[in-house]
């Protein structure tokens, strides 16, 4: 059954790299084997480790809570727990068998205990509908946010509040941002259809332009609070949760225009997740942030290109 399982995960692997062509393919390897060598790098330091373990708890508490296949594990296969864990385990071997090589225990110990957990947490947001005052007061051309908003409701309105409250603690807040911008990066995932597209009657520049200052204006205005409250407790600290705030600034403009670089109407563009899931990788590792400049400014152009095609009436 355990075997079935992983040889269908590799059937579905093997079409991923099909669909997203030979270039695209080298170029995620090399990219990996360059991530690998600096978390070899990092994880021989003990904090961190440390650091890389909680980012991969929270990577893999993301996987687990958008996947759609766990009512299908849960009706098909009475230990379906057990498989979450062992696909979780395969996941996490890699960064595992690093914190082996540099005896760093506890952070191998934290990583394994996390990866229980997360294969624990029952977690369904189907059927699930919050009319709330909060996704009221979201524009209707946002319906990326309305949709995440939705789905991740009690996340950020938890996230949120403990930050709020507990702001006297230096690291919460940068941790609650963290969370936060991860969530809403998440927004972008899914292309709509080219009706949604036409309704706005903007031309392409016009409609990237107004996707870009709804997600820095509605990010804003969810994190400044904490910001604030951030500067009253620890000033001398303040460029932390400043640095953070413009990292994701950019990091959610390159999520836009990689989107829209590979738009399709009502489909998860593969080449869009992949290099979306390298723009997160700048949450963890700073030093892609520079490639991630580059890699908008080239996806923007291409975003045009495309989104001509169904707006050029509006030219």
Known sequence: MVKALMWIRVKQTYRAIVQIGLFRSVFLFGLLFFVGSLLNSYSSDRSYSQFISVGFILLLLSIHIKRGDKLFLKSHFSNFRILLLIEYLLLSLPVLSLFLIHLQWISFLEL??????????????????????????????????????????????????????????????????????????????????????????????????????????????????????????????????????????????????????????????????????????????????PLVWVLTIRHYLKSIDKLNFYLNDYN
């Open 112 to 289: 394994c205990g996390g990866i229980v957990l997360v294969s624990l947490i029952e977690f369904t947001t189907k059927h699930r509908i919050l009319n709330s005052r909060l996704q009221a007061a979201i524009p209707a051309d946002s319906f990326e946010w309305k949709a995440g908003v939705r789905k991740y409701f009690f996340i950020i309105i938890a996230v949120w509040i403990f930050a709020f409250i507990a702001s006297f603690n230096i690291g919460v807040v940068p941790l609650a941002i963290f969370i936060l911008g991860f969530i809403t990066f998440s927004f972008y995932e899914e292309c709509e259809s080219y009706q949604v597209l036409l309704l706005h009657e903007l031309n392409a520049k016009q409609f990237l332009l107004l996707k870009v200052k709804r997600q820095l204006l509605l990010f804003s205005v969810m994190v400044t609070p904490l910001i604030l409250m951030f500067l009253i407790f620890h000033f001398d600290k303040w460029y932390i949760p400043i640095a953070e705030y413009v990292i994701f600034i950019f990091l959610h403009i390159y999520v836009i225009v990689t989107k829209y670089a590979f738009y399709e109407p009502n489909t998860k563009s593969p080449a869009a997740q992949m290099f979306g899931a390298f723009g997160a990788l700048g949450c963890f590792i700073p030093v892609f942030i």
